[in-house]
């Protein structure tokens, strides 16, 4: 993008250049960058489904990974962001926080558990928690997105109490709370765990959270569905038949959800792409609730058991599809918002010897994971993980949201950096900006936030 121009100025400055930005609703041709045209003739079928709004198969996705035109991948990601989203690129005001670092797991990715009598082991109490949602409001979040280990001894009621101690703080703040992994121990903890009917558990923990105040459930704990990787890197961890459970009852209970796939460590590049099949054909079923009817469009074959094959395919990224909006769930069920690909870091944890993905990794990741997840409306590139400037490339590159101003995270701290990790809303829309997007406030469900200071409601 040229400064800050908008996309219609630049294609008026520059007669026949394409702009690098489709504004929503422009019908164009998909364009190779001149300087690659022709560089992978496997990327033209490709384009044509693109631009089609067709799905793509695993091996195009292989081929994605492969290629180096790296920047004709990110180029047909943009398109299929900018024709989903047009110049607009969301950030929130939220605030996260863990209630405790206490985990009866040991996951050789995590450097973030303790033992509960190891140094540096916390669990929050409700004064804390309280304090932390009035602290949230005072600065004018609209989101609190809270997650925390297997903690062993804490007692279920911890957890609905955890909810209406912030709803009574902070009515407005919105819980965004508790990863699959979590909602399956509290399942087991409160006793309602039935190994012969998983869902049944499930649904009595997120209805009780959901009554206490619960909002929606974020994406963490999905890793990468696959058990090769499951039992090397995160043995004892839910599989991801479970994980997949909890969001689609989740669903079923009119909870959206967000999704993510933590990839570079032992993991190989086919594995994330079935993954990512997995995810969609998950969304197929969700968005099919919703009213979407599907096309006869691709399916993969020989896909593990989770990934359900009934639903029909049901694609976002066709010209003039609308996107899922709560009001449209209103009543019906959820959906996935969300897919955050996360690179690994592998400082102080089980796996320090490896290296990690490099920043034209974590690029393509996100451009094929726009391209792949055909069906998730949102991509996105928290700025926490992957840095505010990669963060700002990757609205090139696929990705429409970057998450918000943080303020507390513990569980990475790239570079060396504390729990404390805050920008400002300046940095975040000035970052949007120079990258040639408009910065919209948004709140978790995507709808649109008016604000005076630290009061705000929402537009749309
Ligand atoms: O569940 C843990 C991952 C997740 C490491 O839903 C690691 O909007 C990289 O899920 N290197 C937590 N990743 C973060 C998360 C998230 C973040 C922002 C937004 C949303 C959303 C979700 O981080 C964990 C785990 O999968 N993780 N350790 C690591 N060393």
């Known amino acids: ?79 299929v962001r900018c024709r989903i989203h047009g110049d607009a690129a969301y950030y929130n005001i939220n605030r996260h926080m863990n209630y405790s670092n206490v985990c009866a797991l040991s996951c050789k990715f995590c450097e973030f558990y303790r033992k509960k009598d190891q140094p ?37 009621d911890y957890y609905p109490e955890m909810m209406r101690t912030i709803k009574q703080a902070a009515p407005n703040l ?54 090769r990787v499951h039992d090397e890197a995160y043995k004892g961890k839910i599989r991801s038949d479970e994980w997949l459970d909890v ?14 796939i933590l990839y ?20 197929d079923q969700a968005l099919e609730r919703l009213g979407y009817s599907g096309e006869n469009g691709f399916i993969e074959p020989g896909l593990p058991a989770t990934a359900n094959v009934t639903a029909p395919v049901i694609t976002l990224s066709r010209e003039g599809t609308p996107k899922p909006t709560p009001a449209m769930a209103e009543g019906k069920a959820g959906y996935f918002q969300t897919i955050t690909p996360l690179p690994f870091f592998p400082d102080g944890s089980e796996m320090e010897h490896l290296y990690g993905p490099t920043g034209l990794e974590n690029l393509r990741t996100i451009a094929i994971a726009r391209l792949m997840l055909d069906n998730f409306p949102h991509v996105k590139a928290f700025w926490i993980m992957q840095t505010l400037s990669m963060a700002q490339l990757m609205l090139e590159a696929g990705a429409d949201d970057i998450d918000g ?27 949007i900006r120079e990258a040639g997007f408009t910065p919209v406030e948004r709140d978790t469900l995507y709808r649109r936030v008016e604000r005076e200071g630290k009061d705000w409601r929402v537009v749309e």
């Open 264 to 283: 570079g460590h032992i993991d190989q590049r086919r594995e994330r792409l079935v993954h990512m099949e997995i995810l969609r054909r998950a969304q």
């Open 1 to 79: 993008m040229i400064g800050n121009a908008k996309p219609t100025e630049i294609s008026g400055i520059f007669e026949n250049t394409p702009p690098l930005h489709y504004p929503l609703g422009m019908t164009t041709t998909l364009q190779a960058p001149s300087s690659m045209t022709g560089s992978d003739a496997r990327l033209d079928a490709i384009r044509v489904k693109v631009q089609a709004g067709q799905r793509l198969s695993l091996d195009d996705g292989l081929v994605l990974y492969e290629t180096n035109d790296v920047w004709g991948v990110i180029a047909m990601a943009d398109f």
């Open 174 to 227: 919105h819980i965004k709370a508790l990863t699959a992994v979590e909602i399956v121990h509290l399942a087991k903890i409160a006793k309602k765990y039935k190994r012969d009917d998983r869902q049944a558990g499930i649904r009595w923990v997120l209805s009780e959270l959901k009554a206490a105040g619960l909002d929606s459930l974020p994406g963490g704990g999905a890793e990468v569905f696959d058990d």
């Open 120 to 156: 540096g082991a916390y669990t929050r109490d409700m004064d804390y928690i309280a304090d932390q949602a009035r602290g949230a409001i005072q600065s004018g979040a609209t989101e609190m997105h809270i997650v925390g280990g297997l903690h062993p001894y804490l007692p279920w």
């Open 247 to 260: 969001h689609l009852v989740a669903h079923e209970l009119g909870l959206n959800t967000n999704a993510t």
């Open 405 to 431: 101003t943080v303020v507390w995270y513990d569980i990475t701290k790239v570079g060396g950096s504390t729990t404390h990790q805050e920008t400002t809303v300046l940095d975040l829309q000035r970052s």
